[in-house]
Structure formats: C-alpha cells, structure tokens
C-alpha cells in the first residue's frame, strides 16, 4: 500500500552549503563544491555516488546527519530509493540517542513508497528492526521482521544487501530469543547474501562460526550439518580457543560416539553445553543411528534391537525410544518389528559425508561393480547362444 509521502520542509541548500564549507575541515571542502555543482544541473546519479564517498570519509562522522537533513532532504525524492535508504541507513547510525534514532528511521520510513520501491522499504523495515533489538524492543523487532517478510516473500529478484540486511536482523533476533533452529537458518541465509572474508572481520566471523556450532549442537530439528560443514566460515575456528566445536560438528555429522565422549570434558568451557548434555548425548545416539544404517547395504537394514544397542552404546530397553525418535524427526522411514526385537529401514535422510564415509561409499559401489561382472560373465554366453 503506498504510504503518503511527509511534505520536505523548506530547504535552503546555497546557504548550507556555503555554512558547511565554513564549519568543516578542510579535507571536506571539495565534498561540498562537488555538491553545489552536482546538484544545479540535477545529475541526480552523479551526486548519490559522491555523496556516499563523502559519508564514506572517516572526518565527515560529526556531519552526516546535518547532511542527510538539510541537503539530501531536498532532493531525496529524485534518487533511487534503494540507495537513498542504504544513505539513510549509514547516517542513522551517528545518532545515539535512541528516541531520535527510531524517529529518524520512521520518519524515512513513511516517505518511501512501499509499491514503488519494495526492496528500500524491506532494507529500512529490517535496519529499524534492528535498531529495536538493540534497544531492547523484542516485540517491536518481531513485528518489523514480519512486516519485511511479507514484501520480501513477493519479490522476485532482490538485491543481496537487501537480503542480508532481512536475514541478518532475523538471526540476531532468534540468538536473542535463544531460538536455534531458527538462528541457525537466518544466519546460513545472511552468509549467503555477503562475502564474509570482506564484509566481516575476523572477530565477527569467529563469533558467528561459534553461534552456528552451538546452535547446530542445540537445535532440536537439525540434524543435518552439511551446509555448515561445507562453508568457509569454519575455518574461523582454526588454531583458536573454540577448535573443539569444529572438531564436535564432525564427530557428529559421523555418529561417532567415541569421539563424542572424548570430547565432551570440554564442554564445561561452554556451559551451555554442559547444561544439555542429556539431548547431546541423545542427539549423538540418533547420528549413530543414521551412521549405522548408511553404512548398510540396501538389502541388509533391518537391525536387531541388539545390534542398535551396540551401535549406539545405549541399554537395549532405550533402543525402540530411540528408533520412534528417529521415525518422528524423519531421520529415517521403516517400520518396527516389537515382538522380533528388530528394525527395517527402508531410508536415511541423506547428508554431507565425511573422507572416511566416502571411502566407505566408494568400497560399497566397488563391491556392487563387482557382483554386476559376475553376473554379466554368467549370464553373457547365454546371451550369445540365443542371439
């Protein structure tokens, strides 16, 4: 729905720019001409990209504000839209006082045409979000969230600045509400949208590996890693403090158990680990699982109860628990025999594979090429004589 624009106030642009000239470092005063130039023969495009490189310049902080309000203001419904809000977005971040903050965003908010222009009013929704998370406004950002959503989810083609900025503010907002699942596909999503090795430092990014690791550890839906494991982002973890937690994705994207109770006097450095070590300790079982069935033919997966006990080093009474857990999460499909004590799986969920289960793999495909020969060599003079 368009929103009624909010009438620009009367701008005196010669007099601001001749002011600012006189009140602003030296460095800054080729800015200002560019402006004055730019703006008396309306080379609209020309002026965005020198006004960006002026917000850009590390003396021009203590001005931003003034800029957007008393020049940008004039002519802000000439410009690409988009790029006026990402403008707006960069200048709303001088403001401290939170009050001013959210009115500065709300106030552009309702000048820019949601019909018109949907990827500025989703990047404004979720920078406003945003700044509501950070002052506290769990509700507020929920509701800008769901509100970028809507447009968001119509649109086609969207610049990716537009898409990080949604999928950044809905991860943080779900690491805020210690919602995991949750956390841990917004931030897949927002890392997809940048290059993380240019658009976050190196603090940021070992921060956002560690968050993922906890919340694929703690996600009570995920069980599949693999997008995880395959992302760079990882490696933000190497020959730091929290390598361990890289180490643990692996060791449970294998089931491996004995490594998981190597591992697990570590999780004391992150107590909330510790804390739910039961669902760990299920969660590795189920991965067991999954392993154990991959690692059978297709004509040899119904398991004793037994059999699964061992795989899984559970007390045999637990084993059909843990089967039905495994049936309802969809981890695998098959049916349980109760008075046979056995298990038929018909399907694994499929995932990423470790170097040792591919070699697995390959020992597998080399076994079924080999019994193909056999029968090919027996059937084969049959073949002959009847043609």
Not at 351 to 378: D, F
Request: overall charge negative; proline content about 5%.
């Amino acid at each position: 729905m368009a929103i009624d624009k909010a009438k620009a106030p009367r701008l005196d642009v010669d007099e601001f720019l001749t002011l600012a000239v006189s009140e602003t470092p030296q460095e800054l005063h080729a800015f200002f001409e560019s402006f004055r130039s730019l703006y008396s023969r309306k080379l609209w495009h020309q002026l965005t990209n020198k006004l960006f490189e002026f917000f850009d310049h590390p003396l021009s902080k203590p001005y931003r504000v003034d800029v957007f309000n008393k020049f940008v203001r004039d002519f802000e419904s000439r410009l690409n839209q988009l790029r006026l809000v990402e403008m707006g977005v960069k200048v709303s971040k001088e403001i401290d006082n939170p009050v001013t903050h959210l009115k500065f965003l709300t106030d552009l908010l309702e000048r820019v045409d949601t019909e018109k222009s949907p990827e500025a009013h989703v990047l404004l929704l979720s920078s406003l979000a945003h700044a509501k998370l950070l002052y506290g406004d769990h509700e507020g950002t929920k509701n800008d969230i769901d509100a970028a959503w809507k447009v968001l989810d119509e649109l086609s083609s969207v610049d990716p600045s537009v898409n990080a900025a949604y999928y950044g503010v809905a991860a943080d907002y779900y690491k805020s509400k210690a919602e995991y699942a949750p956390y841990y596909k917004n931030s897949l999503l927002y890392l997809a949208c940048i290059d993380p090795a240019k658009d976050l430092t190196a603090e940021e990014r070992l921060l956002r590996a560690h968050d993922l690791g906890i919340a694929a550890f703690l996600g009570d839906t995920i069980y599949n890693f693999g997008e995880l494991l395959m992302h760079p982002i990882l490696d933000a973890l190497d020959s730091t403090p929290y390598e361990w937690i890289k180490k643990l994705l692996f060791t449970f994207n294998e089931g491996n158990i004995g490594k998981f109770e190597a591992l697990s006097p570590l999780f004391p450095k992150e107590p909330i680990l510790q804390e739910n070590y039961p669902f760990l300790r299920q969660k590795i079982c189920l991965m067991a699982l999954i392993e154990s069935v991959f690692k059978r033919g297709a004509y040899d997966r119904t398991m004793s109860f037994q059999t699964i006990a061992e795989e899984t080093h559970l007390p045999f009474d637990e084993v059909e628990h843990l089967v039905m857990k495994a049936l309802s999460l969809k981890l695998i499909k098959g049916s349980l025999d109760q008075v046979d004590q056995k298990a038929q799986i018909t399907w694994v969920q499929p995932r990423v594979l470790s170097r040792e289960q591919i070699g697995q793999l390959a020992q597998r495909l080399a076994a079924w090429n080999t019994k193909l020969h056999k029968v090919e060599e027996r059937i084969a003079p049959e073949v002959l004589v009847n043609s």
